[in-house]
């Protein structure tokens, strides 16, 4: 009897092992460079995946890779995915420098000022138009910028731009890098894991990064000062993009596709754009409570640094026209459709 009874159980097993693994008809690996605990993962990543997966019945697996677990350093993640080494990444755009000179448009200072949602559904709408050239090779899912660089730094206020004069600064991306050569600092790119180590040993003085990125490198213990702009503007941005290799994409049955679509629309994307916020409010609130001084500039205060400025705008225009993009009419149609969301 028990004999009979062990199998019958092991038949149970067996079959509900087999009905699990057809259920999963699609397993896929998402890598990426911040940590399981990071916002980005837990706060976007899951929801995201999570919401494919029961959309799909359980047909899709979202298998995720945080801390570039998977191999590589996190420049290298636009090529994995092309490349099909992985299915899917979430990467900053910026750290493949002029891969993605359409998209910079909205990392240019004073673009994007503070409205995270308006700046992604701008993207969103002038994706098709405007953007989706540079991203052969991959089947774009959503893109999203956070909150916006914000000025962090170890030991000196900053209240004006000759106060950066002369200071390394750390910036992800290259028109980053241009504003910091404005500002008379000197650019230092570095994936932003790099950032905490380069503070504590004075390789930066400072940083242009958000809010949101404080407590997940604790940047409170190597830095004094926090400053933002003005009603929260922010000096220039980082594009990110959730991308799925061509090929893979490609090879999944149109109901799966509308699934991911459906799943990566408008309404996520204000879903996405209230995480980095929160995230963003939170970060900063560690860095107060930490006894870290939050500093607010004034409106002229931040009109100096917009001056300032203003010339790595011209520098971007006449850098992707000499390549055949139409800077002045990409900045042009940027600034109208943050604009229009905005007023929403």
């Not at 400072?206 to 407590?215: C, R, S, T």
């Not at 922010?234 to 799966?256: A, C, H, K």
Request: glycine share 6%; charged share 25%; hydrophobic share 45%.
């Amino acid at each position: 009897m028990k004999f009979g009874k062990t199998l019958l159980l092991a038949g149970l097993a067996s079959i509900a092992l087999s009905a699990s693994a057809m259920a999963q008809e699609f397993t896929l690996k998402l890598h990426h460079f911040l940590g399981p605990k990071s916002p980005a993962q837990a706060k976007m990543l899951e929801p995201w995946a999570k919401s494919i997966e029961e959309a799909s019945g359980g047909r899709v697996k979202i298998e995720i890779y945080p801390s570039m677990s998977l191999g590589g350093a996190p420049p290298e993640l636009i090529s994995q995915v092309r490349d099909g080494v992985v299915d899917l990444v979430w990467t900053v755009n910026g750290y493949t420098p002029g891969l993605f000179p359409r998209t910079e448009v909205f990392e240019l200072p004073f673009i994007h000022t503070n409205d995270i949602l308006a700046t992604d559904l701008a993207m969103r709408d002038m994706f098709d138009e405007y953007l989706a050239p540079e991203y052969k090779g991959v089947k774009v899912m959503f893109l999203h910028v956070h909150a916006g660089q914000a000025i962090h730094m170890a030991k000196d206020e900053v209240r004006k731009p000759a106060d950066l004069a002369g200071k390394k600064m750390r910036i992800p991306t290259r028109t980053g890098a241009w504003m910091i050569e404005a500002l008379g600092a000197a650019p230092a790119a570095m994936p932003v894991p790099d950032l905490p180590q380069a503070l504590s040993k004075g390789v930066v003085d400072g940083a242009f990064i958000p809010w949101e990125i404080i407590p997940v490198l604790s940047i409170q213990e190597q830095t004094e000062y926090q400053i933002e702009g003005a009603d929260m503007t922010r000096f220039g941005n980082t594009t990110f993009q959730v991308s799925m290799n061509q090929d893979r994409w490609d090879s999944l049955p149109e109901d799966i596709q509308k699934i991911f679509m459906e799943k990566s629309g408008p309404e996520w994307i204000a879903q996405v754009a209230q995480v980095w916020r929160d995230s963003d409010n939170a970060g900063i609130k560690v860095a107060v409570d930490s006894g870290n001084k939050h500093i607010q500039l004034t409106a002229d205060e931040t009109k100096a640094f917009e001056t300032t400025l203003n010339p790595v705008i011209d520098r971007w225009i006449k850098e992707v026209s000499s390549k055949g993009v139409d800077g002045t009419a990409l900045v042009a149609k940027a600034r109208e459709a943050i604009a229009a969301h905005s007023k929403k």
